[in-house]
């Protein structure tokens, strides 16, 4: 089945910096792939996702890539701020079409 | 309005109890799920039905037993709790696994 891999685990970064997560799938047939931020306490909500037909998305200050010959995708926040602070997921659909398989996640501090 | 609404949000209980936990959304979706968050975060895929039907049961213990009266519920019965039982459990739906998954807040197990 689907295996996702994702990197780094934790990540410390200064406010106004940028930060990047990246993540692998393991099956080419996977062709949706959303990026989840789950606050403290709180459930995952998606920030932003991507499908295999596209290279790039842009939102704001968030925009994710997608490199479907090395099979990996990574998320970009720009200008961080310290409200970004959260754990990230990456996520990837499984080829049957049944189910979002999670990356393990990245916890994101951004100090003022 | 909530989408995805499980309650209760907070339940604890001795080993070996059964309990449940339930999932409604009132987003019109036709596929819904149950991940558990352990306490390293990972959110990992338990149960998948699609328009009541069942679709993935993902190496889950027999006595997890998913129940989904109509399209818009889908229950979690847990028999004979153990220690190990304890986490994080978000029911999550979706109109199909290439769109956006909406989790509902969660439900914190805690198994004494």
């Known amino acids: 089945g689907e295996n996702v891999e994702q990197h780094p685990s934790t990540l410390s970064v200064q406010e106004g910096d940028s930060a990047v997560i990246k993540c692998t799938y393991s099956d080419s047939a996977s062709n949706y792939f959303p990026w989840y931020k789950q606050e403290l306490g709180k459930r995952p909500q998606l920030i932003i996702d991507?499908?295999?037909?596209?290279g790039e998305k842009k939102d704001q200050r968030i925009a994710v890539t997608l490199n479907k010959t090395a099979k990996h995708f990574s998320l970009h926040i720009t200008e961080t701020q310290p409200e970004d602070s959260a754990v990230y997921f990456c996520a990837a659909s499984n080829p049957a079409g049944t189910a979002l398989i999670f990356g393990k996640g990245t916890t994101l501090s951004v100090s003022s | 309005d909530t989408a995805v609404s499980q309650t209760p949000k907070y339940l604890v209980t001795q080993m070996g109890n059964d309990k449940s936990i339930k999932c409604e959304q009132n987003?019109?979706?036709?596929?819904m799920y149950w991940y558990k968050q352990d306490s390293k975060k990972f959110l990992k895929i338990m149960f998948s039905?699609?328009?009541?039907?069942?679709?993935i049961n993902e190496t889950v213990p027999n006595r997890f037993s998913p129940k989904s009266p109509d399209k818009a519920h889908l229950n979690l019965h847990i028999n004979s709790l153990e220690l190990g039982d304890s986490a994080v459990y978000f029911c999550?739906?979706?109109?199909?696994?290439?769109?956006?998954?909406?989790f509902g807040q969660g439900t914190r197990l805690t198994v004494v």
């Open positions: 991507i499908r295999s037909n596209v």
């Open positions: 999550a739906s979706s109109r199909d696994s290439n769109t956006e998954a909406f």
């Open positions: 039905y699609n328009n009541k039907e069942l679709i």
């Open positions: 987003l019109g979706h036709d596929t």
